[in-house]
C-alpha cells in the first residue's frame, strides 16, 4: 500500500487521516527561497510553523508525522541545527530535506540529527540528481522522495512529470530500493482530475513500486459530491486494480502516459 502524504497544520483534518490506513500526515516548515523558485506555479507555500508540529502530532494514533524543514545552508549550519532539534522536541517521526545540491549538505544533515529521527532526501536539484549514487548510502536515510516541482525547473522541463519521461524517476527508483531503500515521487490530484490524470499518476507509481505521493490540494475541497475519505477510498480502489495488470498491460500504460506527458510538456511550451 502506497503511503498517502497529507500536507497540514489542521489537527482536524490530521485526525480523520489517522482513521485510515497508510495516510501519512507531512507539516511543511519550508519557506526559504520557495516563493522565488516557483514564482507563477500553482504550489504550495507553506504558512506552516513549528509549533504545528506538536498540535499535529497530539492527535495521531497510527500515522506518521513527517516535517520538511528548511533547506541547508552551508554558511549558516546553526539555524537548521535548532530547527532540527525544535521539531524532534515536538514528536516527528520524520525529516524531510529540501534542496539539498550533494552529498556534503546530506552528510551534515544526517550528523546534525545524530540518529534521532530517519530522514528523507528531497531529491528536487539537479545536482542531487547528478550526486545520487554519492549520498545514496548516507546514514539514516529511510526514503528517497523525489519532488517534480522543483526538479523539472532545476531540469530546465516545461511539465512537472517530465522527469518521469526522461527516465529520471525509473532511475532513482531502481538505485533507491536497490539499497533497501523505500521511494516515493511527486503529486497526485483525485483520481479522475489532473492535466496528467490522477489514474495514470498512480500507475505510475505502482509500475515503479512507489511506496509515497503526495495528495494535491484537491482532495481538501469541499465537495458534496465526494468528501475527502471517499477521494481517498477512490484511489486506493484504483492501487488495487492497477496492482492486478499483466506485464504487457502495464507496458502499454507506461507508452500511453510517455506519450500523454510529452504532449502536454509541448502545450505548455507553445504556450509559453
Request: one cysteine or more.
Amino acid at each position: 500500500m502506497i503511503d498517502l502524504l497529507t500536507i497540514t497544520n489542521d489537527p482536524e483534518l490530521a485526525a480523520r487521516c489517522d482513521q485510515m490506513e497508510g495516510m501519512r500526515v507531512f507539516v511543511d516548515l519550508e519557506r526559504n527561497g520557495k516563493a522565488e523558485r516557483q514564482k507563477g506555479l500553482d504550489t504550495f507555500i507553506s504558512t506552516h510553523h513549528v509549533d504545528d508540529v506538536g498540535r499535529i502530532k497530539a492527535v495521531l494514533k497510527r500515522s506518521k508525522l513527517m516535517v520538511r524543514v528548511n533547506p541547508y545552508q552551508l554558511g549558516n549550519p546553526g539555524a537548521i541545527s535548532s530547527e532540527i532539534d525544535e521539531v524532534l522536541a515536538q514528536g516527528a517521526d520524520l525529516l524531510m530535506l529540501p534542496m539539498f545540491t550533494g552529498a556534503q549538505q546530506l552528510q551534515a544533515f544526517s550528523e546534525m540529527v545524530d540518529g534521532r529521527a530517519p530522514i528523507v532526501p528531497l531529491l528536487e536539484t539537479a545536482g542531487a540528481l547528478e550526486s545520487l549514487h554519492e549520498w545514496l548510502d548516507t546514514p539514516g536515510l529511510y526514503e528517497v522522495f523525489i519532488g517534480l516541482n522543483d526538479l523539472h525547473l532545476s531540469l530546465g522541463c516545461n511539465f512537472m512529470f517530465e522527469p518521469l519521461l526522461q527516465g529520471h524517476v525509473d532511475r532513482v527508483a531502481t538505485a533507491a530500493k536497490a539499497r533497501g531503500l523505500r521511494v516515493g515521487f511527486g503529486g497526485i490530484a483525485r483520481i479522475d482530475e489532473g492535466g496528467l490524470p490522477g489514474r495514470d499518476v498512480l500507475g505510475e507509481h505502482v509500475r515503479l513500486g512507489s511506496q509515497a505521493v503526495i495528495l494535491s490540494r484537491t482532495f481538501n475541497r469541499p465537495d458534496r459530491e465526494q468528501s475527502f475519505e471517499d477521494a481517498v477510498k477512490a484511489l486506493r480502489k484504483a492501487e488495487a486494480e492497477l496492482a492486478l495488470r499483466t506485464a504487457a498491460q502495464t507496458e502499454k500504460d507506461r507508452v500511453r502516459v510517455a506519450g500523454l506527458i510529452g504532449v502536454l510538456a509541448q502545450g505548455v511550451k507553445a504556450a509559453a
